[in-house]
């Protein structure tokens, strides 16, 4: 398993800048926290995610585990809380150091993508043995194949594509559903979530894939034009993302 961004200052401040981008389009909306609801995110970086949980639900038992030493200590920084404290770990998450039936709720946000099929089947196993009975699982993930911008840039697009396979899987949010079902999982939601853009809407859009983009294969052509999009109505991007959930 490969971090395809690397471990950096510059990461650190893209999964934050990728947090707040997905906040409210992906991952407050049809989430339901229940006060002392005890959850684990797998592969919780800088703790990006687990703060936006943290004020959007209060009294939540949160812990994150998470393989780079770095951003564990960065994520204890910012999610440090006085009277309430978070389990923060570094570990694999193919190998959670919990007993089972640990937690309530396990979330695991982009993470996946960065596996083989086989360790994000190992993953998933492993969110299911820490779950309680009837625990809940939310997992997000991007399907690559699924992204287009206006004509101009198919190659881009399908750069991004051949660049997630080599590190990963470009369409693990389509592979969700699968896994699940193989994995002895119940009430399994694979929720896509189509996201469409076009005209003077897509300037915001376009920056936050210029940035990330940019991280995961500088140099690249194509990349720069994203800054002019939104000046043309026919300017567009679309994509696909799945928010599955899913019962232990």
Known sequence: MTYIHGYSQAGDELLTVQAEFWKDRLTLPGTHLAPGTRLLEVGCGTGSVLSILDHAFPALALSGVDIEPMQVATARERLDRPGIPIDLRVADARDLPYANGTFDHVWIQFLLEHMDAVDARRTLQEARRVLAPGGRLTAIEFDYHTLRFHSDLDPLAWD??????????????????????????????????????QGAATPPVAKYFEQALTALMPGTAGIVDLRRMGAKPTDSIEFTVYKATARA
């Open 160 to 197: 991004v594509v051949r660049v997630m396979n080599a590190y990963g899987q470009s369409d693990a949010g389509s592979r969700l559903r699968y896994w699940l079902s193989e994995g002895g999982w119940s009430d399994i939601d694979p929720g896509p979530q189509r996201f469409g853009y």
